[in-house]
């Protein structure tokens, strides 16, 4: 019997100190969550009812995982993603879907982000003008593909016409390549169906007739367009409450679809300072080629482009479980969904308890060295009881033996 009990006392102590070795030796591994060997005593159900009588041993009842958070280290990646929070990522491995905390991701040939094994990091896909789509998760993908081109549709001109100037001479007629028939110029690009760029540049003419009025003349590739408009501002430097503020173009380029240019000047003023265009915007760009990309602590990825537009093209999917203690390790950091756990909880970043992304960042192991080692010191000195009790029990039964 006491032999038995001894057996399964060193049986245990070998399983802790696996556990133990186990942690120690991942104690630079990504993402490594450590376990604690929990144990429980074993009671002959033969003896249950007859007297007091002692345990019959020990058993490893489970090896527990701990989802502590660890410390989190900076590196250069942009595909070093860690959570600061209780979420996990989603990997889809074939048909097998995985869960992990280690953030080392890369491109694959075809531009899916996978993990260090080659699984897929599961997310939200964004449509052409970067809305993430939160239907259903997909394979995260940041494509080498071509940005398309975009039509000019709207210029908003932001800025100030000086209310100080003298108009120019009513006798001269507006002549784009004469300064002395405008009062300040603005220029800007647009671009057409093709995505080939043109220049505008807006011409500003104090009215001659009325002092707070200013006459917009549009050049299009040098081409003064016929459409024009009056700004025209009260004594306090303010567009009219019933001026007229848009001025539609109809541009016809070569080689490309005819198109209607918008400019807005609702934002203009006619203050008493100099005159300066604050802000000049417009809706169209050229096609791009991918030239890189971050994620954000929303885990969306946003692309850039060559024609220095900027795009979301996904966004990171997190899952949370009602019992993490419950998952089953599966191997390579990854972890499985089972019964126990419960049924992963799948969302965006920052919602419901998932944490947030902290990018070119890497989760380290939750693994404590000083600790590991003591309990390790711990399961040596219950192994080495055991071992001696199993050897007093030998020497005890041969001493009985030679006395028969």
């Known amino acids: ?192 169906s093709a995505g080939v760029a043109h220049n505008v540049t807006m011409y500003f003419a104090k009215d001659a007739a009325e002092a707070n009025t200013y006459n917009v003349r549009v050049a299009i590739d040098d081409a003064v367009q016929a459409q024009t408009i009056a700004l025209d501002f009260d004594t306090t430097g303010v567009l009219d409450a019933d001026a007229e503020t848009l001025l539609t173009l109809n541009y016809e380029p070569e080689n ?8 807005d000047f609702a934002d203009v003023t006619g203050f008493g300072a100099t005159s300066a265009a604050s802000r000049v915007t417009q809706d169209g760009y050229a096609a791009g080629q991918l030239a890189g990309f971050e994620f954000d ?10 024609n220095g537009e900027t795009r979301a093209v996904g966004q990171v999917a997190l899952a949370t479980f009602t019992n993490p203690g419950g998952l089953e390790p599966a191997g390579k950091t990854n972890f499985s969904e089972t019964n126990v756990s419960g049924v992963a909880s799948v969302g965006t970043p920052a919602g419901e308890g998932r ?18 080692l003591l309990a390790l010191i711990e399961a040596q000195r219950n192994f080495q009881s055991n071992a001696q009790a199993i050897q007093n029990e030998n020497d005890a039964s041969q001493a009985i033996l030679q006395l028969r």
């Open 297 to 306: 602590r929303a885990g969306i990825a946003y692309a850039t482009y060559t």
């Open 1 to 192: 019997m006491a032999f038995n009990t001894s057996i399964s006392g060193l049986q245990a102590a070998q399983q802790d100190m696996g556990v133990i070795s186990n942690n120690i030796a991942n104690v630079g591994t990504t993402g490594f969550k450590r376990s604690d060997s929990l144990f429980a005593e074993l009671y002959s159900a033969s003896l249950v009812g007859a007297g007091p009588t002692p345990g019959s041993g020990v058993t490893l009842e489970r090896i527990r995982t701990d989802f502590g958070q660890g410390n989190f280290e900076f590196t250069s990646s942009n595909l070093d993603l860690a959570i600061d929070g209780n979420g996990m990522f989603v990997l889809q491995n074939d048909a097998e879907t995985l869960y992990t905390r280690a953030g080392a991701f890369r491109l694959d040939s075809d531009g899916f982000v996978v993990s260090e094994g080659g699984a897929n990091l599961r997310g939200y896909p964004a449509d052409a003008n970067g809305g993430i789509i939160t239907a259903a998760t997909t394979n995260l993908q940041i494509a080498n593909a071509l940005l398309a081109q975009n039509q000019t549709t709207e210029i908003d001109f932001n800025g100030n016409l000086d209310s100080r100037v003298e108009a120019p001479a009513a006798d001269l007629e507006f002549d784009a390549a004469n300064p002395e028939t405008y009062n300040f110029v603005s220029a800007t690009t647009i671009y057409d």
């Open 355 to 372: 944490g947030f992304i902290r990018p070119s960042t890497l989760e380290s192991a939750n693994v404590d060295l000083t600790v590991e």
């Open 256 to 263: 490309a679809d005819a198109q209607a240019i918008v400019i």
